[in-house]
């Protein structure tokens, strides 16, 4: 509940299997939706942008 891990429990990786579980599942009924309202944009996000085309994000100081 704090977002605290129990270094000595052992679970980090069926906690990791189980969140991408939980992600492949949603992501199968998005793409259900997808297909039918927006299946130009479901294109667009099955594809993988081509190398060195990800933008460097520039992260500003508040302060």
């Keep these: ?3 605290g891990t129990d270094e ?4 980090t990786l069926a ?3 189980a969140n991408l579980s939980g992600t492949r ?3 199968t009924v998005l793409k259900r939706l ?3 309202r927006s ?10 942008p081509p190398a060195g085309s990800w933008r460097t994000l520039q ?4 302060a």
């Design 1 to 3: 509940m704090t977002g």
């Design 8 to 11: 000595d429990s052992g679970s």
């Design 15 to 17: 906690t990791a299997d």
């Design 25 to 27: 599942e949603l992501l």
């Design 34 to 36: 997808l297909r039918t």
């Design 39 to 48: 299946p130009r944009l479901l294109t667009r996000a099955s594809t993988e």
């Design 59 to 62: 992260i500003r100081n508040s």
